[in-house]
Structure formats: C-alpha cells, structure tokens
Nanobody, 127 residues
Framework: QVQLVESGGGLVQAGGSLKLSCAASGSTFSNYALGWFRQAPGKAREFVAQ????????YYADSVKGRFTVSRDNAKNTVYLQMNSLKPEDTAVYYCAAVRAYSRGTYYHSPGSYSYWGQGTQVTVSS
C-alpha cells in the first residue's frame, strides 16, 4: 500500500510558475514509478508526466513538454512537478499516482495502469 499526498497548488497568472509536491508513505518508494495526471472540469483525466523508479527516465505529454519537469527524491519519498510558463489551459486538479514498477523504462501513460492515487491539488491559471 502506498499513500500519496499532493501539495503546492494554487492560483497563478499566465506565464508564472508553480511547483507541486507529492509525498509518499507506506511502502518502498523506490519500487514505484510515479505519474502526474490532471483533470479539468468536464474532461477526462489526462497524463501529464511520469518518472521511473530510478529517476533517470521521464516522459511528458506533448502539451507540457519543455514547460514542466518531473523529478523525485527517493530519500525524501517525494516526487515533484515543476511547472513553468503556465497557461490558462493548464487549469485543472493535479493528481500524483504510483505503480509498482518491475521494468526500468516502462511508459505508464494510462490512468488505469496506476494502483495508488493522491487526493489532488487545484491549479488555477488566470489569463
């Protein structure tokens, strides 16, 4: 079992930055790949970014590539999402998620691949 708690959301103007954190507990953090997803009102939950258990392989949605950076600190059991150059269309509830990873480079982009989810944190970007 893994418990995930996100923080760092808020209101920011377009072009600004936010850094989300997701603290994990309950199991060996380094055994899990971590993903970030977001869900805007009336829309399906969508993949944002993923980092492998080793931390050296990352994947991004095309819509955030070059603006968002995912990282992890296994010593602190925490994964981060640095979001720069934010746009109004980035407004959503952001969720972190964990999946037990047996292969280093596997790409988990579907919400259904993940076993554990945080409660979400709201990010609002004003124009």
């Amino acid at each position: 079992q893994v418990q995930l708690v996100e923080s760092g959301g808020g209101l920011v103007q377009a072009g600004g930055s936010l850094k989300l954190s997701c603290a994990a507990s309950g199991s060996t953090f380094s055994n899990y790949a971590l993903g970030w997803f977001r869900q805007a009102p009336g829309k399906a939950r969508e993949f944002v970014a993923q980092i492998t258990w080793s931390g050296d392989v990352t994947y991004y949605a095309d819509s955030v590539k070059g603006r968002f950076t995912v990282s992890r600190d296994n010593a602190k059991n925490t994964v981060y999402l640095q979001m720069n150059s934010l746009k109004p269309e980035d407004t959503a509830v952001y969720y972190c998620a964990a999946v037990r990873a047996y292969s280093r480079g596997t790409y988990y982009h579907s919400p259904g691949s993940y076993s554990y989810w945080g409660q979400g944190t709201q990010v609002t970007v004003s124009s």
